[in-house]
């Protein structure tokens, strides 16, 4: 039912990719990366609010693309999560924590803004019972494969870890329980890339750093030696404003070492229940732009597109009503995409427009949750997969358009 109303609609042409002017030649040389993704990595960082959250959405395009055009891993991910995520199985040794950079979870005690690309970071706290007479610290990161992930994405060549350290540390890794791997990270104030590859993904990796100053990791990646990787990035609470927020030279230092082809940022639903009219959606909308050029500036060769949030409901007497500044944000998220030569994907209509979160949430099985915001499981997978299906016309019509 709700595929036939997404085909049948009038508005069917604004449901697909948009581009300014209609151009859709300015993606084609994200596409030309894709048809050399069989001896080339080709890398998506897709950003976003808790929407993607558990690697939902981001999950199923990976595993599709990586079925179409080769890859594996399940990309760039933190020592520790921010919620769990089917394509990881990762431990951390109880003395690792967590700080994070943006929202209300900034702790203050950091001092500084370096969190990264990941808009966080994961360092050693003290623990009396893991020094030893050597090392202050000594903190292990236990990988396994996800046995409930996705076929390609259990199967990684490569792994990268993203850190800085004031001092040498000892760094040892073992593969199935044997050693496979000891060196020494040297001091290294900016982030600093550390790479190892494997002839199959292994199925258990212990990685273990000893020193007297807790190295800070930025964070791992598993992925293929060629291919495409897809990195999944929830920010619980942003509003995609949040690159401006953060050290500019920590960003580009690894943003440039991850060299991403393709930008997604799906953002807007954490500002809808706090923007009360249409000039402040606008400058909504002219805040985020400045995102995007920052993003632009640190990334020349990358492209982005932007995913407008979904349908989202507000209890009104007995009934729940779409909020009324909801395509009002949508509109600033468009202009800001389309002024920047960027692109754009208008989740709420291909759910339906206004009102359509309450037919997902009734659906069987429902398809959101009852808050009326976010996705369930499978309404993750569908709204994916509408997005999958739109751009995957966009390919074919990119290699008919190229052979003629």
């Known amino acids: 039912m709700l595929e036939k109303k997404r085909r049948d609609s009038a508005l069917f042409s604004l449901k697909k990719i948009q581009y300014p002017e209609n151009n859709r030649s300015l993606i084609f040389p994200f596409f030309k990366k894709l048809e050399n993704a069989k001896t080339k990595k080709v890398r998506i960082m897709h950003y976003g609010d808790s929407q993607i959250e558990g690697d939902r959405i981001s999950g199923r395009l990976r595993e599709r693309l990586q079925k179409e055009f080769g890859g594996n891993g399940a990309g760039l991910s933190a020592v520790i999560p921010a919620t769990r995520k089917i394509s990881l199985k990762n431990v951390p040794s109880t003395n690792w924590v967590r700080k994070t950079g943006f929202g209300p979870y900034i702790d203050k005690s950091v001092g500084h803004k370096k969190y990264g690309a990941l808009f966080s970071f994961c360092k050693m706290e003290l623990d009396s019972l893991l020094i030893d007479s050597n ?131 799906e953002f807007g639903g954490n500002t809808i229940p706090y ?9 909504y909308g002219s805040y985020f732009k400045k995102q995007i050029l920052k993003l632009k500036r640190i990334n020349p060769n990358a492209l982005v597109l932007v995913i407008g949030p979904a349908d989202m409901a507000k209890k009104q007497k007995t009934q729940f009503i779409t909020y009324p500044i909801l395509e009002d944000v949508i509109s600033a998220l468009k202009k800001a995409a389309f002024e920047t030569n960027s692109f754009f994907w208008d989740m709420y209509l291909n759910m339906g427009g206004e009102n359509s979160i309450q037919e997902w949430v009734n659906e069987k099985p429902s398809l959101a949750a009852r808050d009326y915001i976010h996705f369930t499981n499978a309404g993750a997978k569908k709204i994916a997969d509408y997005f999958i299906e739109d751009f995957m016309v966009d390919y074919e019509n990119y290699l008919k358009e190229k052979d003629e």
């Open 275 to 283: 923007i009360k009219s249409k000039d402040r959606a606008e400058k």
């Open 135 to 265: 090392y202050l610290f000594n903190g292990t990161i236990a990988i396994n494969k996800p046995s409930k992930a996705y076929k390609l994405c259990r199967d990684y060549k490569t792994i990268k870890i993203y850190y800085t350290s004031e001092e040498k540390t000892i760094f040892r890794m073992l593969v199935n329980d044997s050693i496979f791997h000891v060196d020494t990270l040297l001091e290294a104030s900016d982030i600093t890339l550390k790479k190892m590859n494997f002839s199959k993904a292994p199925k258990s990796m212990d990685i273990q750093f000893s020193s007297n100053t807790s190295p800070i990791i930025f964070g791992i990646s598993l992925e293929g030696k060629k291919g495409v990787v897809v990195d999944n990035i929830p920010l619980r609470g942003a509003s995609g404003t949040e690159f401006s927020k953060v050290d500019y030279s920590s960003l580009s230092q690894m943003h440039k070492l991850l060299s991403p082809d393709l930008l997604i940022l």
